[in-house]
């Protein structure tokens, strides 16, 4: 098996992409805790291209990398590449979104009743000197609830639904949004790519 090193820090992020990557011959990896990337990219795509690169480098083995996010487009794409930072835990963000989609001078849009947002999800895979092989971006739109409902799930889970499936992601049972999300429409995306690489 090749070592697949997963540009994070977060066992649960490795978890995830391990579901994703099942049947492959990939030894999946958390990138050691001291090698810290900066994220300076614009675009999602930016960052995990980033994150892949230069950890394949400093390690000189295979790396994958995602980045992701919710923009909500009455906030102009907000909290968009700061979703992780909008706050200090989850709830903290949920109520620093929803305080500020009431807000009539934070909403940048004339509609005030749009709460139309989407989840995004960016991939990168590169080789062990640095260069991206594979990219692949996905998105699940939805809308932002009132009030959070469900109990799985993380992030903003609880106030994204997605009107396809009349659930949020916390609502979702975990098989469905492994299929459904922005991550696993990333990986549909990516999977066949990914299964014609010979490392």
Not at 65 to 89: E, F, Q
Request: with cysteine.
């Amino acid at each position: 098996m090749t070592k697949l090193v997963v540009a994070t820090g977060n066992p649960g992020k490795l978890r995830e992409m391990q579901a994703y990557l099942v049947g492959l011959d990939w030894e999946l990896m958390l990138k050691p805790d001291e090698l810290d990337i900066e994220e300076t990219g614009v675009t999602f795509a930016e960052n995990a291209a980033l994150k892949a690169s230069q950890v394949a480098k400093a390690l000189g083995e295979w790396s994958i990398a995602d980045d992701s996010g919710l923009a909500v487009d009455a906030l102009n794409g907000a909290p968009g590449l700061y979703s992780a930072r909008y706050g200090t835990t989850d709830a903290n963000r949920i109520d620093r979104l929803l305080r500020e989609l009431g807000d009539p001078l934070r909403v940048t849009r004339r509609d005030r009743s749009d709460r139309s947002a989407q989840f995004v999800c960016a991939i990168a895979l590169a080789r062990p000197d640095g260069t991206i092989v594979l990219q692949a971006e996905g998105i699940c739109p939805g809308e932002i609830l009132m009030q959070p409902r469900g109990d799985g799930g993380f992030g903003y889970d609880p106030i994204f639904y997605v009107p396809e499936q009349g659930m949020t992601f916390s609502e979702m049972p975990p098989d469905l949004k492994h299929e459904v999300s922005h991550r696993g429409r990333a990986f549909q995306i990516l999977l066949p790519e990914l299964m014609q690489i010979r490392p």
